[in-house]
């Protein structure tokens, strides 16, 4: 009787911003191991018909909130212990590639590329490895080259994480008993664009993402992926890219070069998600519509510090022009500020009672771009512990409501609100650091725009200073010729 297969597991997942003064270490990052990292996977809790007669050897799995480059001991502490692992682990046939796709280690361009090439280096060149990403991943060439399958979600915001990871492993377990390594086919695509204007809700991103269903139901196909890439590492493997993995070397290529002509072709259709402008413009409109119900709340994405993207969580530009508006200070308007990350703060008040005035500075200690760090004259309204935040506080000076938390993080779930006290369908005005709502948001928000604040993540590409994307790059330059040249393997 054949033995069972034997797959390993484990990665590191963050997108990290190179514009981000932010520095991810240890502290930032969830990590579980042994049967803690096996039970993250639904197909293995009941284990699924295709992945039995598969002995699944977990490794280490590391993953944090978006943020800044990861400090190298960090990185080294998790690549060294994958690597120890596998080298323990006995002759392996396949290994699943859990990862975001856009990390930078300090010191290092390519994080990904620099992981496979330590795991290749212990694993050798005959098991198979699939790679589960996120579609704000960047594919370089030393990625493509190691790993056999590559696939990524195919909606942002992000609903098919999980069915993305199952179908990486499902695609490799097959490829292993079919007992054929896959064809590959890689086009990068010269676009770099940040995702508030590549929502799959919306054309033409839906429209392209669309294709994908048909594509792998082609003779010879096994899967097609579509990265946006990631815009706000200045690298040069940072563009989008297109793979297609199949049994037919030409199918898979044709279908690639396809893919990449229809996402090359769509370039000047991409537009925000949603109405932009200044903080200040998107205050003007957001305060003269509320007098309407039927628009209130009415939500603002802080997008320039938003830490789900890698933003520093700590930027005070968009709560000082908030604070600037009598409507607001002044309490005929109710509005809420979410977030700011500062445990000093946070440590400084929350211990106190309930309704007593305070006098705190917040944010700026991390990015201290003007106005910096903020004095608040207020009333400590709520303390709450949050899974994600750590220890939070709410500050209300007049009508706003200001969350500032201990742990960085993204207020995308209305539960957190409810911690502090907040209901959000009786808000006016909701200020959030995120970039396009995620889903309970979305529902819940009357109106909403995106605000081109400043920020390590800012939205106006044209305003950060890149040097090392590989140039032309749409929409940085946009008279040339894409290079769409496809990439066997």
């Known amino acids: 009787m054949p033995r069972p297969l034997r797959v390993a597991i484990g990665g590191i997942h963050i997108e990290s911003s190179t514009f981000s003064p932010h520095l991810s270490t240890a502290d930032d990052f969830e990590v579980t191991r042994d049967g803690a990292l096996l039970a993250r996977y639904d197909w293995l809790s009941p284990t699924a018909s295709w992945a039995a007669d598969v002995e699944w050897i977990p490794l280490v799995h590391a993953r944090a909130l978006p943020g800044g480059a990861v400090d190298r ?210 205050l003007d409109t957001a305060l003269a519509a509320v007098a309407d119900p039927n628009r209130r709340p009415f939500f603002i994405s802080d997008s320039g510090d938003n830490p789900g993207a890698g933003g520093a969580d700590d930027v005070t530009f968009a709560l000082e022009r908030m604070l600037a508006r009598p409507e607001i200070r002044g309490g005929s308007h109710r509005a809420v500020f979410a977030s700011l990350v500062d445990p000093q703060a946070v440590k400084q008040i929350a211990d106190l009672p309930l309704g007593t005035p305070v006098r705190v500075t917040v944010g700026g200690r991390i990015d201290a771009r003007d106005p910096g760090p903020l004095p608040l004259d207020g009333i400590l309204e709520a303390v709450a512990d949050d899974p994600d935040g750590g220890q939070c506080v709410s500050v209300r000076i007049g009508g706003l409501s200001v969350f500032v938390t201990s742990r960085r993080m993204q207020y995308r779930l209305l539960d957190s609100y409810a911690r502090l006290g907040i209901v959000v369908d009786e808000m006016d005005l909701v200020v959030v650091k995120i970039g396009y709502l995620e889903p309970e948001l979305f529902e819940a928000a009357g109106d909403w725009l995106l605000a081109l604040t400043p920020g390590g993540v800012d939205q106006d590409l044209g305003r950060l200073p890149y040097r090392n994307v590989v140039r032309p790059v749409f929409p940085l330059d946009r008279d040339f010729a894409a290079d769409l040249t496809v990439v066997t393997g």
């Not at 300090?106 to 198979?128: H, K």
């Not at 199952?166 to 079919?178: D, P, S, T």
Request: net charge negative; glycine share 8%.
């Open 73 to 282: 001991p960090t990185y080294e502490a998790w690549a060294t212990e994958m690597t120890a692992k596998l080298g323990a682990a006995g002759p392996l046939d396949g290994l699943l590639l859990d990862i975001h796709g856009a990390m930078t280690v300090v010191g290092s361009d390519d994080a990904e590329g620099e992981l496979v090439t330590a795991i290749r280096s212990v694993i050798g060149p005959e098991p198979f490895i699939s790679a589960a990403m996120d579609l704000h991943g960047n594919v370089s060439q030393v990625l493509f080259d190691a790993c056999d399958l590559l696939t990524c979600y195919r909606t942002a915001p992000h609903v098919d994480v999980w069915q993305t990871r199952e179908r990486a492993a499902r695609n490799l377990v097959e490829a292993l008993r079919r007992q054929q390594r896959p064809h590959k086919a890689l086009v990068h695509v010269p676009i770099l664009l940040p995702g508030e204007m590549t929502s799959t809700r919306e054309e033409p991103a839906r429209g392209l993402y669309a294709r994908i269903p048909e594509v792998e139901t082609r003779d010879g196909i096994v899967d097609a992926a579509i990265w946006i890439g990631f815009a706000w590492a200045d690298q040069s493997r940072c563009r989008g890219a297109v793979v297609v993995t199949g049994t037919d070397a030409t199918a898979s290529a044709e279908a690639a070069r396809e893919l990449g002509e229809h996402f090359w072709a769509a370039r000047d259709e991409f537009t925000f998600v949603a109405p932009t402008g200044s903080m200040d413009e998107c």
